[in-house]
């Protein structure tokens, strides 16, 4: 039979933003409860090695380091639901959210921390060779690279950012995209022309992502190119391919009832968690539309924990004083 669930505070969603507002809100004493979602862990789920999260000497696995953040959040109390939050309605207090299980989830005080999914190209061999020579985050991967042959696909400010990133750590980058001029901005632009490293391939589509089977897992060893003008297939080999075409934060629930900007990124208020909605907080990639690291995720996660323990204290006391 689907359940009623009352907390003070719920937590939407179960990544490194998720994880650290359960931790600091459960040693605030306020028992919170995570709903963790269709990919509990979020996209470090689906990364291998990573180097720069602080507190380890060596690499570590990303399911690993979110197992780790689980554990710990049910080490201070944290409760943690497995199911997915298909309705929402803020027009109510308690804010009310149905879980796809049929179960209602009441809550005081709303953390969203659903966050944000990289945007991909959809063609053969991307999926599959993820982490293992494709990646759509310069910062979390580039390092691998170093001295090597890498590919960056698109043509906004994210790409392109993405290509100066690497220019650093590659021998060499080549952006591939589609159109015969970029949508980043100009500024951007002159940077990255002016990378003796950098190459720019215009009018071209990605067609697949091809693999290197010999060894002991399949890894990226190149790409099949088509001329958008002249039809003209043929292959590049780059050992990294990076897909920088944008991220889609997993906001659709909230449309109509929080502020986004233009991309469907929550909009908080400058140096807070706070979103257009009292009570509410948005921390992670769902409000990050500039970093979307783990370890700024997580300290926003700490900014929104913090800041919804004080909005309950608050209300607490109003109540208090009304009813003395």
Request: proline share 4%; hydrophobic share 45%; aromatic share 6%.
């Amino acid at each position: 039979m689907p359940e009623l669930h009352r907390t003070r505070l719920l937590i939407l969603g179960a990544g490194p933003a998720g994880y650290t507002a359960a931790i600091y809100a459960a040693r605030a004493g306020l028992s919170p409860l995570v709903v963790a979602g269709m990919q509990p862990g979020g996209q470090l789920t689906i990364t291998t090695e990573v180097e720069n999260f602080p507190g380890f000497a060596q690499p570590v696995q990303g399911p690993w380091l979110m197992e780790q953040m689980r554990e710990q959040a049910e080490h201070v109390g944290v409760r943690i639901q497995h199911d997915l939050i298909t309705a929402v309605d803020l027009s109510q207090r308690p804010f009310r959210c149905t879980g796809d299980s049929g179960d209602t989830y009441e809550a005081e005080a709303l953390v969203i921390a659903t966050g944000a999914q990289a945007k991909w190209l959809g063609i053969p061999g991307e999926k599959e060779l993820s982490g293992f020579g494709v990646s759509a985050c310069a910062t979390c991967d580039g390092f691998f690279f170093r001295g090597r042959d890498v590919a960056v696909i698109g043509g906004g400010n994210s790409a392109v950012e993405e290509a100066l990133y690497l220019a650093n750590l590659a021998k060499s980058v080549t952006l591939i995209h589609r159109r015969d001029t970029l949508r980043a901005e100009r500024i951007l632009q002159q940077r990255l022309f002016a990378k003796p490293n950098v190459t720019v391939l215009w009018d071209t589509v990605t067609e697949e992502v091809l693999a290197e089977t010999g060894g002991h897992a399949p890894v990226a060893r190149g790409l099949r190119l088509r001329n958008a003008r002249t039809g003209e297939s043929r292959e590049m080999a780059v050992d990294g391919v990076f897909v920088a075409i944008g991220h889609a934060p997993a906001t659709a629930l909230f449309k109509g009832q929080l502020e986004m900007d233009g991309e469907g990124y929550l909009v908080t208020a400058p140096d807070s968690t706070r979103t257009s909605l009292e009570g509410v907080f948005a921390a992670g990639d769902v409000q990050d539309r500039i970093y979307r690291q783990a370890v700024t995720a997580a300290g926003t996660g700490c900014m929104a924990a913090l800041e919804a323990e004080k909005f309950l204290a608050l209300r607490e006391d109003d109540a208090q004083a009304q009813a003395a």
